[in-house]
C-alpha cells in the first residue's frame, strides 16, 4: 500500500525553525515530483513548495520564500522542508503529495490536483 506519512510539526515561537519530514512506504519517492501542502483553520488549502521529479527544480510560494527549504534524501526515501524564521501566520496542518503521473520532470507546480497522494498531515503551530 502507497503510503505517505508527515512527521517533525510542533509548537514553536516566532522565529524559531522546524524540519518536517514525509517518508514513503511502499514506493520509491525518487522518481515522484513531491510537494507541500498546508491548511489553516478556516482558511483553503494552499500550496507551499514542491520539487521536481529530477531533482533540478524546486519552487516555494513568495511568501516562505528565503525561509522555506524544501530537499528530498533518497536514500532515507524521505523528502524534507525546512522552514526557518516561523511566522504565527505559518500555523496550520502541513501535508505532504506526490505524483506518480509523468510529467512534472524538471519542473513543478502548486496545483492540489496535480498529486495522486496525500499524507495525513502534521500540525504546525507558532506561538510565544
Known amino acids: 500500500q502507497l503510503q505517505l506519512v508527515e512527521s517533525g510539526g510542533g509548537l514553536v515561537q516566532p522565529g524559531g525553525s522546524l524540519r518536517l519530514s514525509c517518508a514513503a512506504s511502499?514506493?520509491?519517492?525518487?522518481?515522484?515530483?513531491i510537494g507541500w501542502f498546508r491548511q489553516a483553520p478556516g482558511k483553503e488549502r494552499e500550496g507551499v513548495s514542491c520539487?521536481?521529479?529530477?531533482?533540478?527544480?524546486?519552487y516555494s510560494v513568495d511568501f516562505v520564500k528565503g525561509r522555506f527549504t524544501i530537499s528530498r534524501d533518497n536514500a532515507k526515501n524521505t523528502v524534507y522542508l525546512q522552514m526557518n524564521s516561523l511566522e504565527p501566520e505559518d500555523t496550520a496542518v502541513y501535508y505532504c503529495?506526490?505524483?506518480?503521473?509523468?510529467?512534472?520532470?524538471?519542473?513543478?507546480?502548486?496545483?492540489?490536483?496535480?498529486?495522486?497522494?496525500w499524507g495525513q498531515g502534521t500540525q504546525v503551530t507558532v506561538s510565544s
Open positions: 511502499g514506493f520509491s519517492l525518487q522518481y515522484y515530483a
Open positions: 520539487i521536481s521529479r529530477s531533482d533540478t527544480s524546486t
Open positions: 503529495v506526490a505524483r506518480s503521473r509523468l510529467g512534472l520532470f524538471n519542473h513543478c507546480v502548486l496545483s492540489p490536483g496535480e498529486y495522486d497522494y
